[in-house]
T-cell receptor
């Protein structure tokens, strides 16, 4: 099993839709998690941190389910500018941050 | 605002050349990282450093070496570039606890 696993997508959604991505992690002792956004040919940029049960920032909500060992990212009222790849990040048992392969989102007009 | 800079955005080198990729961060972060990113393979850790003159191998260190002589600077060295090292190289830095910040990346092509 991969340490951090994501559905690569692509998720194709219309503008205004609500879309959710899940990410599973293998290290049950992980305490902090992150979602990064990466635009085409650019570097990953931090979108949200998740340290406890969840986090909300405007249209974006990240939730943590420790029992099932997954985190989710919910995007409400999708905009064209939300089109990007979303990377899930969790620490492994050695404390290193492990990046998922990313989920591609394409928001269409 | 955290800033991580990399010496080049695009680089073209010939097979067998020695290549230096430089990374500088301005936030006094202890930890610095070098990744490569390839389609379908995601981000893979090459080397990291948790202090000046300290380095640790990541998942794919073969063919690479690193240098950290000053806290703010972390260099990646390709001793003898090969075509399979054509990739996007990303540097990142972080404090002990918090999230990583990435530089803009260097797209290296080895011909």
């Amino acid at each position: 099993r991969k340490e951090v696993e994501q559905d690569p997508g692509p998720f194709n959604v219309p503008e205004g839709a609500t879309v959710a991505f899940n990410c599973t992690y293998s290290n049950s002792a992980s305490q902090s998690f992150f979602w990064y956004r990466q635009d085409c040919r650019k570097e990953p940029k931090l979108l949200m941190s998740v340290y406890s049960s969840g986090n909300e920032d405007g249209r974006f909500t990240a939730q943590l389910n420790r029992a099932s060992q997954y985190i989710s990212l919910l995007i409400r009222d999708s905009k064209l500018s939300d089109s990007a790849t979303y990377l899930c990040v969790a620490p492994n048992q050695g404390g290193k941050l492990i990046f998922g392969q990313g989920t591609e989102l394409s928001v269409k007009p | 605002d955290v800033k991580v800079t990399q010496s080049s955005r695009y680089l073209v080198k010939r097979t067998g050349e020695k290549v230096f990729l430089e990374c500088v961060q301005d936030m006094d972060h202890e930890n610095m990282f070098w990744y490569r990113q390839d389609p379908g393979l995601g981000l893979r850790l090459i080397y990291f450093s948790y202090d000046v003159k300290m380095k640790e191998k990541g998942d794919i260190p073969e063919g690479y070496s690193v240098s950290r002589e000053k806290k703010e600077r972390f260099s990646l060295i390709l001793e003898s570039a090969s075509t399979n090292q054509t990739s996007m190289y990303l540097c990142a830095s972080k404090t002990q606890i918090y999230e990583q910040y990435f530089g803009p990346g260097t797209r290296l092509t080895v011909t």
